[in-house]
């Protein structure tokens, strides 16, 4: 690995990214808004920038983990304010496909490449290095920038989406497949409360019949536990949801269940759950028609 690394947002999803590529190309530069999440970094004996400008004046190839359009736009712009040429910005930020494609132009006009390439499978897939990668580039390009060999840290499964913004347009759908399922298992477990069925058995027959969906399992020690340390946090889930209606809207898409999960979020962030785990709408739900 010869190319300078910078990597900016050390969350939830990004800290264990950031850590794979520290592990396996030795060095890298880091950067963190709360400047506390930079600390165990430094300690692993990684360098710790003070600002987005200093990444983008150190590092030739640089990720980007950020929460949200406003964030990703701000730094990128920083970067491309203080970078130079031949740069390469991958970002796997969840933002809308036409922030992507803006960023992008805006890059190509000073020669720095920008792609997306959002990920999922969470903390857990970040740690093991097993995400799935949604590319917003052909694999030709892709492998062309000769990004493989970085991103094999991250992610296991790629899935080239070909154009800017294409990666974010499939991340989008697929959140909302996800979380609206979520909301659906909500009230599923809310009608089993109804109807005097455990927890236990709720989850037993339902994940070995036709009910099941991936989220359902994925969430089950956490709901059953109480436990509502964020993998993914409710306001990201809105985040997401809102700009999946956005692109419904843009596109004049009818999407009904959209809607009605994204209420269901909402009401979880009224409770006070917006900074916990997105299976808190499981809570909500079920203390919302609780009797
Ligand atoms: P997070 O809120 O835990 O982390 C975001 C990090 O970015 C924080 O450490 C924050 O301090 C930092 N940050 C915010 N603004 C900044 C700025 N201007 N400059 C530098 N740092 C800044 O969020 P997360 O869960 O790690 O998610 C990050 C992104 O990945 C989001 O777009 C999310 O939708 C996406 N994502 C998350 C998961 C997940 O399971 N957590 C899965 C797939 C995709």
Redesign the pocket.
Known sequence: MSKNIGF???????APMAENLRKKAGGILV????QE?CAPFAERGAAVAAS?AEVAEKSELIFL????PA?AD??VRTLLAHGKARQIIVD????SPKLNRDLAAAAAEKGITYLDM???G??AGAANGKLSLMVGAGEEEFLSLGLKEYTDTIGNKYFFMKTRGGGNAIKLINNFMAFAAQAVNGEAAAMADALGISMDDFYEVTMNSSGNNMILGAKMQKVKSGDLKP???TD?VV??LELARQLCQDAAIPNFTLNTALQLYRLAQTKGHGKDDSSSVIATIREAYGR
């Open positions: 900016i947002g050390l969350g939830n999803i990004g950067y963190n808004r709360s999440k987005v983990s950020l929460p949200g964030q701000g730094v796997t930020s969840t933002v959002p990920v999922s969470g903390p993998g993914f946090a990201l985040k997401d």
